[in-house]
């Protein structure tokens, strides 16, 4: 049988992975895709790179356009990211009956919504298996390797860039400006890391997971977005010291309604720095690695680890697709699984329309750390306005003056760090009780606030 044609837009790290990917493993793909899969035409801006990494047997244009307009191809791959002309160009290919394969998780979180009932009214694919912890197949196991399930939550280090500012800061003890700028050198982190180091990349991914999961539409818009960049070397340590490492972590969950803790029904999802504990498995993926835990009411919890990036990683995830939709293509569009896993029609059913709860609804325990005159009463002070608030203390740590820095010691009045461990509040209450604890005379600075996450 003649081999599916694939037209690839953009062919910068991934792109090139996925060419070398799928010539150097043809015979296996194409015993398991029953069929070969070529990508026979090419559009890249640069179109002498683009050439001299495909060969002269492959067509390179500098149109996109052209590659969505050529019958021939079937399957079109969209690595140019963005919100921009990748929009534009996806919507293009859908149109011209194409199926699409892509790593865009910016745009699909942002207008899955669009992209996916266009797609579904053409009756094509869209295949995101790159989009979310690079070479992890964690969309496969999310939509159909779990499929039995009620998944309660996952929790995941889906960027790389902040895992490895994190492991860094971690080991050396530095801040989080020292390791940013040492990671650029590296080329862990683009030179504008924004994205990353903000969390937006990591909101993207959970909001994709947290879709699939839960059966809801895609809503970025309504995502909880705290990045690394206020992270400091000492809350790192006192972390530690208590048995917790810290993560940026994206999170979803399934919450009921609880009249007792007076919290909704609904979604979280939510991307912030999280302390867990140093004993759980994902709290020891180090470096640039990505991992994720999925908990379902019948398989338990599971974990999934590897490289969330990079060139072969993420094109092993853009092949797999490839293969899906070569293996899929032929069958009726309504016996394929669904783009999100559930079936379209049911986004406007129960679980479906459950809304992604506002942060003040979510529920979590804290870590937090006042700079605090080191005077009587001061830690009874801030301990019960904790208990008038209803929120339990797990534990306390205090750091004695010459322990916190120069700073104690040098300083008119004598200062000490208190750190405390909550059991789990809803946010809005430590919200409040955080604005009372500032206010207190005798708490000298900003409080930090840092959510933990047991994952038990
Ligand atoms: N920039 C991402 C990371 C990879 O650092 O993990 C692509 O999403």
Redo the contacts with the bound molecule.
Sequence with gaps: MKPIQVGLLGIGVVGAGTFNVLKRNQEEIQRRAGRGIEITMVADLDVARAQSIVGSGVQVVNDARAVIANPEIDIVIELIGGYGIAKALVLEAIAAGKHVVTAN?ALLAVHGTEIFAAASAKGVMVAFEAAVA?GIPIIKALREGLTANRIQWIAGI?????NFILSEMRDKGLDFGVVLKEAQRLGYA?ADPT??IEGV?AAH?ATLMSAIAFGIPVQFDKAYVEGITKLGATDIKYAEQLGYRIKLLGITKRRAADAVKGTAAGIELRVHPSLIPSKRLIANVEG?M?AVVVNGDAVGTTLYYGK??GSEPTASAVIADLVDITRLHTVDAANRVPHLAFQPHTFDKAMGTLPVLPMGDVVTSYYLRLRVADQAGVLAKVTGLLAEAGISIDAVLQREADEVGGEGGAAAVAQTDLIILTHDCVEARMNAALAQMQALPTVLQPIVRIRKEELA
């Design positions: 998780k690079g889906i960027n790389g860039t902040t683009e994205f990353d990349d991914k640039a990505n969330g990036a």
